[in-house]
């Protein structure tokens, strides 16, 4: 949903949409580049590695990720060989896209490693 603040008087900043990038972790260099991308579009980006908003040392990520997903108005996956890959290393994941486009059984249940960032 569009929303409008003005952090300075005089300066109206409109934010499009609250995203949610998905990708493999072998394409965090694409991924910041299109968090970049939707970032100076006027977009607010959630972006696991981002330094700024992402995932912080010793955060529980997993709550943080299901967090940002309901927090998002969109999701963009990024899919390469890569996201195929790490999926399919998997399977007892499901990802968001995939899943919560169909509405299936794990419906915006985040596709992440199970392993803590530190």
């Known amino acids: 949903m569009p929303r ?7 300066h109206l900043e409109v ?27 006027g977009h607010d980006v959630f972006l696991d590695q981002d330094l700024r908003d992402g995932i912080a040392l010793g955060e529980e990520w997993e709550q943080r990720l299901y967090e940002r ?24 994941r499901r990802s968001s896209c995939s899943e919560g486009a169909s509405g299936g059984r794990d419906a915006g249940r985040p596709t992440a490693s199970r392993r803590r960032r530190h």
């Not at 409008?4 to 005089?10: L, R």
């Not at 996956?77 to 998997?90: K, M, P, V």
């Open 4 to 10: 409008a603040f003005c952090p300075t008087p005089g």
């Open 15 to 41: 934010v499009l949409a609250r995203v949610f990038v998905s990708y493999a972790s072998e394409d965090h260099l694409v991924a910041a580049q299109l968090h970049q991308w939707l970032v100076d579009d």
């Open 69 to 92: 997903l309901r927090w998002a108005d969109a999701v963009v996956c990024l899919i390469t060989a890569s996201y195929n890959i790490e999926r399919g290393r998997s399977a007892h």
